[in-house]
């Protein structure tokens, strides 16, 4: 059964930083890419980061580019979101997802106020 357990989020002041964790079973992971999506309220689910099988191909939203960085340990079945230098822009629910399959976690939330 394939499942993505997303943790790390809370409450972080602006400028702040985050490191968020994805808990990917049910398949091997070093055979998938990976992606991390977020969700504020009122807005449609966006496309945050992508990151290779290998590591070797990665991308990030314009909006986070140079603040955030995607990786993975295939070895501990776990992708990590960095975040840095975090904007109230940045609220949302992040969520982790395989684009092979059609299945989200309950997704972990970021709060970033003063």
């Known amino acids: 059964q394939v499942q993505f357990v997303e943790s790390g989020g809370g409450l972080v002041q602006p400028g702040g930083s985050l490191r968020l964790s994805c808990a990917a079973s049910?398949?091997?992971?070093?055979?998938?890419?990976m992606t991390w999506y977020r969700q504020a309220p009122g807005k449609e689910r966006e496309l945050v980061a992508t990151?290779?099988?290998?590591?070797?191909?990665?991308n990030y939203a314009d909006s986070v580019k140079g603040r955030f960085t995607i990786s993975r340990d295939n070895a501990k079945n776990t992708v990590y979101l960095q975040m840095n230098s975090l904007k109230p822009e940045d609220t949302a629910v992040y969520y982790c997802?395989?684009?092979?399959?059609?299945?989200w976690g309950q997704g972990t939330q970021v709060t970033v106020s003063s």
């Open positions: 049910g398949f091997t992971l070093s055979m998938y890419r």
């Open positions: 997802n395989a684009p092979a399959f059609g299945i």
């Open positions: 990151i290779g099988s290998s590591g070797g191909y990665i």
